[in-house]
Nanobody, 122 residues
Framework: EVQLVESGGGLVQAGGSLRLSCAAS????????KGWFRQVPGKEREWVSG????????YYANSVKGRFTISSDNAKYTVYLQMNRLKPEDTAVYYC???????????????WGQGTQVTVSS
């Protein structure tokens, strides 16, 4: 059974930093990508970033490019999202995601984490 467990959300002032972690387990294939989405109430879930498990290539939404950094520890099946220079508009529930294939953003997500709240105060 595939499981994604997130941690690291919280409250931070604008301009501050947070680091999200997502521990993945139960995978039997390396042909997948990992990444992050976020969602605010009343809006669609928005793709934030992704990383390829095959070659480590990273991809970002324009809204976070230059401020967020995605990385992974393949030995631990963990993916991280370092978020710097946070803005109030980054406030959302952040979801870890895994999908098969190299699509950024993906058309379909195969597995979701439970979500972690990030709140940026002005």
């Amino acid at each position: 059974e595939v499981q994604l467990v997130e941690s690291g959300g919280g409250l931070v002032q604008a301009g501050g930093s947070l680091r999200l972690s997502c521990a993945a387990s139960g995978f039997t294939s390396d042909d997948y990508a990992k990444g992050w989405f976020r969602q605010v109430p009343g809006k669609e879930r928005e793709w934030v970033s992704g990383i390829s498990s095959s070659d480590g290539s990273t991809y970002y939404a324009n809204s976070v490019k230059g401020r967020f950094t995605i990385s992974s520890d393949n030995a631990k099946y963990t993916v991280y999202l370092q978020m710097n220079r946070l803005k109030p508009e980054d406030t959302a529930v952040y979801y870890c995601a895994v999908w098969y294939g190299n699509y950024y953003p993906p058309n379909y997500v195969d597995y979701w984490g439970q979500g972690t709240q990030v709140t940026v105060s002005s």
